[in-house]
């Protein structure tokens, strides 16, 4: 069973790359789905076939679905939503608002990866192909197992005695309603549970990021990998799509911007390493339906099954220290100890190894910190981080 994720920044071909590597494994046997989590559905205009909430088959071991969270609201969360809505709807308020209200935070998120762990427990299909949201709107989606389960155990403590004492009133009335209520939380946190280690299984679930050779799109890709790291989410490559090919007569327009994207071409091979990197064309067509899909897929990924795992390995770890402090580990092979260089900016870090330099985004929790030393310790780069919140314009070297 094979779960892949395909995010990146709105508008860099996600929907399509994915739809490529879906149509590519059912072509080499796998029965494969191709599911989008996307509020702004386009996987239906990609594989040129119109689509619902269930699973249609579009070709040959191929299904595609558009995930629906009104669709699946009642099956998953009926119980609860429902007793919410019952309890406030006699505080002066309708019942449509009621519901709305009842409606709790990150339930579409929840719902959408609940189907995604359903597909893999089921094993329904050999290989599932999430087509996801834009970057933050997935890192969000992959936050929540962890978000709702903290929610989830507090709610739980709703039981004790002394819970309902010192929210009085309003606590007693909700802890008045039926048993089942607490069990469907309870069903919840232990789904959640286990969509997180499916989600954080290397030998099950891979992230890929898809980028076009951009610097705002390559920041926000290098911020989703640091993100996926922070979470233990294993990112094994990279697509860099909608590469410019050569013209035999060139504009002074078409030479400028060949000449951008190889700039950013080189900046990703670079900091990005040593994730392998896949390049797709820009055509002059729209990549719209199974025969063009098909095309994009052999341009990208060769002869190369796409649903194989193309990275095992940590890309960067980060550990409390004990004393406040983190320590962000990272896999340098190969390199001297006198090779090495640091420097910090705000949230960026800048390693400089002889003549190549790597730039990352930090993670939040990294980047309010001060920077310390760095050493080379069996083929990883340790790089300490103090205790406490740095100054505004604090640099480390």
């Known amino acids: 069973m094979r779960i892949i994720l395909y995010l990146g920044k709105g508008g860099v071909g996600k929907t399509t790359v994915a739809a490529a590597t879906a149509l590519r494994s059912a072509q080499l046997g796998y029965k494969t789905l191709v599911a989008s989590t996307d509020i702004a559905h386009s996987l239906a205009d990609s ?12 070709a040959d071991n191929l299904w595609a679905q558009e995930i629906s969270v009104v669709a699946d609201i009642q099956s998953y969360w009926g119980t609860l939503q429902g007793f ?9 308020l309708n019942n449509v608002m009621a519901d709305e209200l009842s409606a709790f935070p990150g339930m579409d998120e929840i719902v959408s990866l609940l189907h995604i762990n359903k597909q893999a427990k089921e094993r329904e299909f050999e290989r ?12 969000r989606l992959l936050t929540m197992p962890d978000t709702f389960r903290w929610y989830a155990g507090h709610v739980s403590k709703l039981e004790s005695a002394i819970v309902m004492r010192a929210l009085k009133p ?14 469907a939380i309870s069903n919840l946190d232990a789904a959640t549970a286990e969509l997180r280690t499916t989600l954080s299984d290397p030998s099950v679930s891979s992230y890929r990021v898809v980028l076009q050779p951009e610097k705002m799109v390559m920041r926000e890709a290098e911020r989703a990998i640091s993100y996926l790291g922070l979470f233990n989410y294993p990112v ?3 697509i860099i799509n909608r590469i410019l090919p050569e013209a035999a007569e060139d504009s002074e327009f078409y030479r400028q911007r060949r000449a951008i994207q190889a700039k950013y071409i080189e900046l990703i091979e670079n900091n990005f390493r040593p994730l392998p990197l896949w390049y797709a064309p820009y055509y002059a067509h729209e990549v719209v339906g199974l025969e063009a899909l098909s095309q994009l897929a052999s341009d990208c990924f060769g002869g190369t099954d796409p649903g194989e795992i193309f990275y095992r390995g940590i890309l960067q770890e980060i550990v409390e220290t004990g004393d406040g402090g983190y320590l962000l580990r990272l896999p340098l092979p190969f390199v001297g100890r ?5 420097r910090k900016r705000g949230d960026e870090l800048f390693i400089t190894i002889g003549n190549f330099k790597r730039e990352m985004i930090l993670p939040s929790v990294l980047a309010k910190r001060r920077a310390g030393g760095g050493r080379l310790r ?4 340790e790089i300490t981080f ?3 919140e740095a100054e505004p314009a604090a640099e480390a070297t």
């Open 128 to 139: 599932v192909i999430i087509d996801a949201a834009p970057t933050g709107e997935t890192i």
């Open 378 to 381: 069996d083929g990883m780069l």
């Open 236 to 238: 094994d490559s990279v």
């Open 84 to 92: 919410v809505s019952n309890m406030i709807s006699g505080q002066g």
């Open 170 to 183: 309003f606590a007693g009335r909700l802890l008045q309603g039926p048993s089942e209520v607490l069990e």
């Open 47 to 58: 594989l040129d076939v119109p689509l619902g909430a269930a699973p249609a088959q579009v």
């Open 338 to 342: 006198d090779d090495v260089r640091l």
């Open 386 to 388: 103090a205790p406490g």
